[in-house]
């Protein structure tokens, strides 16, 4: 290898954001932070607890002092690092409930404070999407809203605790995944609406983000027509360079949502997709939520090289995006000024508990007076609806559990939508029935299941972890998200116990 394809090479390797398997770095990692790896991104799989996380963070910063390491950490239903017990702090949607800024602003920091702890410097949150159409697969509980003015105050109030407490923030997906029916996993949205729609909506977030200093922003896998008639977001330079730089000013990193995911990669290639995100204006290429080994980082690397060689991808862009990436590892290892890391002893979030808490809404009807609270124990009904791959299969959810602690006796079962039999009620005898949802109005099975157990049993409480675009039962509890502050509030709610 040449001097300048050696140099190119570490250009390329800077601005890959890969992602790997296991709860130890690997050697491949280790030695590719050697040769200019510029980040890695930590998934739940990579987290056992706060002292692991603290130790592979070192591991990795012995090799490179100012490696940028991210994860995708929003709290709420998407958490990594309280994965196996589900998050002790609220997601957005339970924020924007409340919608007390300051508030959001003290949960995202003492999220901050915590990352930063473990020693992790670039965090892929807040979610800025405006979550306009609540049959969307994907965003859901985790967009502060539908109203963008009140997404966007939000959005920034999250961006100045996330940075206040130590760790870069990265507003995400631009240039907005609310109005879709589509999981950009499994295949491209379309987003549709004119200029001045995606302004008053989609691009107000956005505008607040840039306004507070967030210090990265991710692209969406989202065709826009509006902006580009021709290509997705990711891979359009008329979006990345022409709107987010050109127009609305930003100057920090832009990374590129998973490179692997379906809506690119199908119509472009796996590595194919990543040479026209550079190319576009994309700093920085995640990937490693499926690909997360050594041969996809070559074959990343390799075709950017590659690119460079036949003239597709400008050395001067490559140049100016490593400089991007090489400029925010700057910043995070200032933010940490060599800090040793040392883990808060610490498995949940007295901030978060009490948000949540605070988010919690109740639904009564006539029938439903006296109901609360509950007396004695309780059977509990949860329906597993089916998980996106950005909350993950692995994490934690329910309130059976929380329910049981303060109601000795309590029991609970929990069924898909094929194993759902046909009375629901047949267990509970005399125990209170309490039926835990998630998203009910997306899922007809559910409501049909739901509807049967109300019609034997009219006394049963409704509590719903999801979206509550319909509202059932004589009692019904919204909690705005699937955490386990937002279960263990339920349950206190319930018993009147807490």
Not at 21 to 50: H, M
Not at 381 to 398: C, D, H, K, M, Q
Request: aromatic share 4%.
């Amino acid at each position: 290898m040449t001097t300048s394809e050696a140099n190119l090479a570490s250009l390329a390797a800077t601005v890959l954001q890969p992602g790997f398997v296991g709860t130890t770095a690997p050697s491949w990692v280790r030695r590719w932070l050697g040769d200019g790896l510029g980040a890695v991104v930590l998934f739940a799989r990579n987290v056992v607890d706060s002292e692991q996380v603290a130790a592979l963070t070192a591991t990795l910063r012995a090799e490179r002092s100012d490696v940028i390491v991210a994860i995708d950490e929003e709290a709420g239903d998407v958490t990594r690092i309280e994965s196996g017990l589900g998050s002790s702090r609220p997601g957005n949607l339970a924020l924007g409930v409340v919608d007390d800024p300051l508030l959001t602003e003290e949960v995202a920091h003492d999220l901050g404070t915590e990352l930063a702890a473990l020693g992790i410097t670039l965090n892929y949150a807040p979610d800025a999407d405006v979550n306009s159409n609540p049959d969307n697969p994907v965003i859901g509980v985790r967009s502060f809203g539908a109203d963008p003015n009140l997404t966007a105050r939000h959005t920034a109030a999250w961006v100045r605790g996330l940075q206040a407490g130590g760790v870069a923030a990265c507003a995400k997906h631009f240039p907005g995944h609310g109005d879709t029916q589509v999981d950009s996993h499994h295949g491209l949205p379309r987003i549709a609406g004119d200029r001045s729609r995606l302004d008053a909506v989609e691009l107000t977030p956005f505008r607040a983000a840039i306004s507070a200093g967030v210090q990265a922003i991710m692209t969406g896998h989202l065709f826009v027509p509006a902006l580009d008639p021709d290509l997705p977001a990711t891979l359009s330079r008329r979006i990345l360079t022409g709107l987010l730089r050109d127009e609305l000013g930003f100057a920090g990193v832009v990374v590129t949502d998973a490179v692997e995911m379906r809506a690119v990669a199908d119509r472009y290639g796996f590595t194919g997709a990543a040479v026209r995100a550079l190319a576009a204006g994309a700093d920085a290429i995640c990937v490693g939520g499926e690909h997360a080994d050594e041969d996809a980082a070559r074959r990343l690397r390799d075709a950017i090289v590659a690119a460079v060689a036949a003239g597709t991808l400008p050395e001067e862009r490559l140049v100016e995006a490593a400089k991007r990436v090489d400029q925010l590892a700057a910043a995070t290892a200032a933010r940490r000024g060599g800090r040793p890391v040392r883990p808060a002893a610490r498995d949940s979030s007295a901030v978060g508990f009490a948000a949540a808490r605070r988010a919690i809404r109740v639904t009564t009807d006539r029938a439903g007076l006296g109901t609360l609270p509950l007396i004695g124990p309780a059977h509990v009904v949860e329906f597993e609806s089916p998980r996106n791959l950005a909350i993950g299969t692995e994490t934690a959810w329910g309130v059976a559990a929380p329910l049981a602690e303060l109601l000795p006796g309590t029991t609970g079962v929990r069924y898909a939508e094929a194993e759902v039999p046909p009375d629901l009620t047949a267990d509970a005898g005399g125990r209170h029935l309490v039926l835990v949802v998630r998203d009910l109005h997306r899922h007809p099975w559910m409501r049909a299941a739901v509807t049967r157990a109300l019609a034997s049993r009219p006394d049963a409480v409704v509590v719903e972890l999801g979206v509550p675009e319909l509202v059932t039962g004589a009692v019904h509890v919204a909690t705005y998200g699937a955490t386990r502050a937002g279960s263990r509030a339920a349950a206190e709610l319930l018993t009147g116990i807490g």
